[in-house]
């Protein structure tokens, strides 16, 4: 038996290629009256050139194959990456939702307005309170553990103390973001201007 074997069938040819690997080549289906022509000799327009012709299409439907899966398997990579940022996004979410409402429950005798600062003390019972004097306003008078200090938001979210400045950053960036046009122009192709800049 020669190093590569040929098994044909009607339409379909399968290539066994170094007893090793089996391919399926699907050729053209054959006629000998095609659109009511007769052929002269169907013969010649119907074989099968040099088996080397097949084993070039199998490898070339192999190669086909395995482009495919990678291709596919580089979008699912990116779906599942994005699917971990969104889960991670989905927890903080939560994490914060979560830490605002215990702030909001905590014990306060003034109305909270947002934009000021309010300062968190626990009395010895475990009560959590809300006051508007900071532990610098109390002295080496303050009467109760602090536990930090919070910036009430306008979205009546809570931002720590240690982190209102970079808030403070990002809001200002906003409102000046929308202080300027606020209807994007239109535009139906990629724009990479000024990307490498």
């Known amino acids: ?4 074997t040929k098994i044909a069938t009607t339409n379909r040819h399968s290539i066994l ?3 090793a690997s089996t391919w399926d080549v699907q050729l053209v289906e054959s006629s ?3 659109n009511g ?3 002269v000799s169907s ?3 119907n074989r099968v050139g040099d ?4 084993v070039a299409l199998a490898t070339q439907v192999q190669r086909g194959d395995d482009f495919v899966r990678a291709n596919a398997c580089n979008r699912l990579t990116v779906i599942a990456d994005q699917i971990r940022y969104l889960q991670e996004q989905a927890r903080k979410v939560l994490e914060d939702a979560k830490k605002d409402a215990e702030l909001h429950h905590a014990a306060c005798n003034v109305v909270k307005k947002p934009g000021n600062m309010y300062y968190l003390y626990e009395r010895p019972s475990g009560q959590k309170y809300f006051s508007i004097l900071s532990p ?3 002295g080496a008078g303050c009467p109760h553990k602090s536990c930090g200090a919070f910036k ?3 979205d009546m979210s809570w931002t720590p103390i240690d982190d209102v400045a970079k808030k403070d950053a990002e809001i200002a960036i906003m409102d000046k973001l929308l202080s300027q046009q606020t209807a994007l122009p239109p535009c139906l192709e990629p724009n990479f201007e000024n990307i490498s800049k």
Request: charged share 15%; hydrophobic share 25%; glycine share 4%.
């Open 1 to 4: 038996m020669s190093q590569t």
């Open 17 to 19: 290629e170094n007893g």
């Open 32 to 34: 000998s009256n095609p």
């Open 37 to 39: 022509l007769e052929l």
């Open 43 to 45: 013969y010649q327009t």
């Open 51 to 54: 088996p080397m012709d097949l």
């Open 136 to 138: 610098q306003d109390w």
């Open 152 to 154: 009430l938001q306008y």
